[in-house]
């Protein structure tokens, strides 16, 4: 599966365009996290488990959004756009993934 945040392939003609077709996932980040997350913003630096928890997120979304494609018959999805938010007051990050599924 050809997955690209643009609208077209390059020398791949879309010969279908079979919907839109999306990957959702709600991920919490623990209190240990927050806390060492504060101290990073105090001292300066990366945050690397909240960086770690970002990934993983997007890793979800786009999996869901993927297996969704493939149950259409896609052999690729154009247009990839990723949003980021947070939910709540509780640490909680939602991670989209949306395309376009299309047949080559």
């Given at each position: 599966m050809i997955l690209s945040?643009?609208?077209?392939?390059?020398n791949k003609p879309a010969k279908d365009y079979l919907g839109v077709v999306t990957g959702e996932t709600i991920?919490?980040?623990?209190?240990?996290?927050?806390?060492?997350?504060?101290i990073t913003d105090i001292v300066g630096g990366r945050s690397g488990s909240y960086e770690k928890v970002l990934r993983e997120a997007k890793e979800i979304a786009m999996k869901e959004m993927k297996e969704r494609?493939?149950?259409?018959g896609a052999d690729a999805i154009v247009g990839i756009d990723?949003?980021?938010?947070?939910?709540?007051?509780?640490?909680m990050l939602m991670v989209t993934a949306s395309?376009?599924?299309?047949k080559l």
């Open positions: 945040t643009t609208h077209s392939l390059e991920i919490g980040a623990n209190v240990f996290k927050d806390f060492f997350a504060s494609a493939q149950v259409l990723l949003d980021y938010e947070t939910v709540g007051s509780g640490g395309g376009t599924a299309i």
